[in-house]
C-alpha cells in the first residue's frame, strides 16, 4: 500500500525536478550579478563604511549560492533516481518487447538531472568561492588603511 502511494508519485518523472533545478539556475545567476553589482558599488564608497556595514553589505546572498551549491546535486541525484525508478516501472508495464528501450530512455532522460543539478552547483559553488574570498582581500584592504 505504502509503495504503491510512494511509486506514484516517483513515476511523475524528472521534469519536475528539472525545473526546480532551472529556477535554481535562473536565481543563481541572478544572485550572481547583483552581487558584482553591489561589489562594484561598495567598492566606490568603501571610505564611506564602517568594516561591520561592509561585511553586511557584501555577504547579503551569499547564503543562496552556498545553499545551491551544496545541494542542486542532490536534487539532480533525486531526478536521476526518480527516472530510473520510472525506466523500471515503464519496463515491467510494457513487458520484454520494448524492454531495452523503455530502460535506456529513461536512463538517458534520468542522468540529464545528474547533468542539470551539476550545471547549477559548480557555478554556484565557483562565486560563492569567489566572493567569500573577495571580502576577505576588502576587509584586509580597510583594516591596512585603518593603521
Excluded: D
Aim: glycine fraction near 8%; proline fraction near 2%; avoid cysteine.
Amino acid at each position: 500500500m505504502l509503495i504503491e502511494k510512494l511509486l506514484g508519485v516517483a513515476i511523475i518523472g524528472v521534469e519536475p525536478v528539472l525545473w526546480v533545478l532551472i529556477a535554481m539556475s535562473v536565481i543563481s545567476f541572478g544572485v550572481i550579478v547583483e552581487r558584482v553589482l553591489a561589489f562594484i558599488h561598495v567598492k566606490n564608497s568603501l571610505k564611506n563604511l564602517n568594516q561591520a556595514e561592509l561585511r553586511v553589505l557584501l555577504e547579503k546572498r551569499l547564503g543562496i549560492l552556498a545553499t545551491f551549491g551544496n545541494n542542486a546535486p542532490f536534487i539532480g541525484l533525486f531526478g536521476t533516481v526518480l527516472g530510473i525508478i520510472n525506466a523500471f516501472h515503464s519496463l515491467s508495464k510494457e513487458g520484454s518487447e520494448f524492454g531495452v528501450n523503455a530502460v535506456m530512455g529513461g536512463i538517458s532522460e534520468a542522468l540529464v538531472a545528474t547533468a542539470v543539478g551539476l550545471f547549477v552547483a559548480i557555478p554556484s559553488v565557483i562565486a560563492y568561492n569567489y566572493f567569500v574570498r573577495k571580502i576577505k582581500m576588502m576587509l584586509l584592504e580597510m583594516e591596512a588603511n585603518e593603521r
